[in-house]
């Protein structure tokens, strides 16, 4: 399969990089990154060991099978503007947040996938990403429901022996996501704290309160995820990424923008005070910083 990785990030680097054991990949990232990757290979170290030479540019190609959509939400749209003159069978969003798969679906004649995935990835230089930790691919169709299109997608995951699955109830796992990333994102971001750390009482506390309102968020736009689910689903991430720094918490070391506006904003007001409140303190700190106005 001809894969282009829109977004060659992190998490996008990781993911190319070990889809290219098996396929042709184009990594779609910033100059320094993809320039040592063309000059030298991507180097994939930590739980998984490899090297791969997968194409990569600062620009998207003429055409592919399936394009993985990886950028932050903010920047959706901008990726399915630069995907839009682009001849694909199929997308597949790999980020965070709710309403990407809308967005690339309503600016590209493909099919278009949800998709969650637990692996994580830290870049650690131009040119190489840390596996840190092995974890599942899951996908399906956008709306819910069986798809061929997803099934050949994940055929394709697996060949590469990417640990993956098809799933039929996506949309109710966009939600279980959100809820996850809620609990732990804002709050390791704030506290500058490792994932482990929120399985001590005090800051356990804010992170299993903010992903019950995030399930409360799901059931009122009619979505079977019980508070007791989200929490389990929280606390076995944390657990399983105890060592790991959140992909927010990387953003606020960075001083980047984080993508707190489509995790813990999409269901704060009056019934999720605390997703609110961990809202409003990362926009203050981003307003500080010169990231947003």
Same mark, same amino acid.
């Given at each position: 399969?001809?894969?282009?990785?829109?977004?060659?990030?992190?998490?996008?680097?990781?993911?190319?990089?070990?889809?290219?054991?098996?396929?042709?990949?184009?990594?779609?990232?910033?100059?320094?990154?993809?320039?040592?990757?063309?000059?030298?290979?991507?180097?994939?170290?930590?739980?998984?060991?490899?090297?791969?030479?997968?194409?990569?540019?600062?620009?998207?190609?003429?055409?592919?099978?399936?394009?993985?959509?990886?950028? @932050?939400?903010?920047?959706?749209?901008?990726?399915?503007?630069? %995907?839009?003159?682009?001849?694909?069978?199929?997308?597949?969003?790999?980020? $965070?947040?709710?309403? $990407?798969?809308?967005?690339?679906?309503?600016?590209?004649?493909?099919?278009? %996938?949800?998709?969650?995935?637990?692996?994580?990835?830290?870049?650690?230089?131009?040119?190489? *990403?840390?596996?840190?930790?092995?974890?599942?691919? *899951?996908?399906?169709?956008?709306?819910?429901?069986?798809?061929?299109?997803?099934?050949? *997608?994940?055929?394709?995951?697996?060949?590469?022996?990417?640990?993956?699955?098809?799933?039929?109830?996506?949309?109710?796992?966009?939600?279980? @996501?959100?809820?996850?990333?809620?609990?732990?994102?804002?709050?390791?971001?704030?506290?500058?704290?490792?994932?482990?750390?929120?399985?001590?009482?005090?800051?356990?506390?804010?992170?299993?309160?903010?992903?019950?309102?995030?399930?409360?968020?799901?059931?009122?736009?009619?979505?079977?995820?019980?508070?007791?689910?989200?929490?389990?689903?929280?606390?076995?991430?944390?657990?399983?990424?105890?060592? $790991?720094?959140?992909?927010?918490?990387?953003?606020?070391? @960075?001083?980047?923008?984080?993508?707190?506006?489509?995790? $813990?904003?999409?269901?704060?007001?009056?019934?999720?005070? *605390?997703?609110?409140?961990?809202?409003?303190?990362?926009?203050?700190?981003?307003?500080?910083?010169?990231?947003?106005?």
């Amino acid at each position: 399969m001809d894969v282009v990785v829109v977004g060659a990030g992190s998490l996008g680097s990781l993911l190319g990089g070990l889809l290219a054991r098996a396929h042709d990949v184009t990594l779609v990232g910033r100059a320094p990154h993809v320039e040592r990757v063309r000059e030298r290979g991507l180097r994939v170290t930590g739980t998984v060991e490899t090297t791969v030479f997968p194409d990569a540019r600062t620009a998207v190609p003429a055409s592919a099978d399936l394009a993985l959509v990886t950028v @932050k939400a903010y920047d959706t749209g901008a990726a399915a503007a630069a %995907l839009a003159e682009t001849a694909l069978d199929a997308v597949c969003s790999l980020q $965070n947040g709710l309403g $990407n798969e809308r967005t690339l679906a309503d600016a590209l004649d493909a099919a278009v %996938l949800a998709g969650t995935c637990t692996y994580g990835a830290r870049l650690v230089a131009p040119g190489e *990403v840390a596996c840190t930790g092995v974890g599942e691919v *899951v996908l399906g169709a956008r709306e819910g429901g069986p798809s061929e299109t997803a099934d050949r *997608v994940g055929r394709a995951f697996a060949d590469a022996d990417l640990v993956t699955s098809v799933a039929e109830d996506m949309p109710r796992r966009l939600w279980e @996501k959100l809820a996850v990333n809620a609990g732990i994102n804002a709050p390791t971001a704030l506290a500058r704290i490792h994932n482990g750390a929120l399985l001590d009482d005090e800051a356990g506390t804010v992170m299993r309160t903010a992903t019950r309102e995030v399930a409360a968020a799901a059931r009122s736009e009619g979505f079977d995820l019980s508070d007791d689910t989200a929490v389990r689903a929280v606390e076995s991430v944390a657990s399983a990424t105890a060592d $790991n720094r959140s992909s927010m918490l990387q953003d606020v070391e @960075k001083s980047r923008r984080t993508e707190v506006d489509s995790i $813990n904003g999409v269901v704060a007001g009056p019934d999720a005070p *605390v997703n609110s409140t961990l809202t409003a303190l990362l926009r203050a700190w981003e307003r500080e910083q010169g990231l947003r106005e």
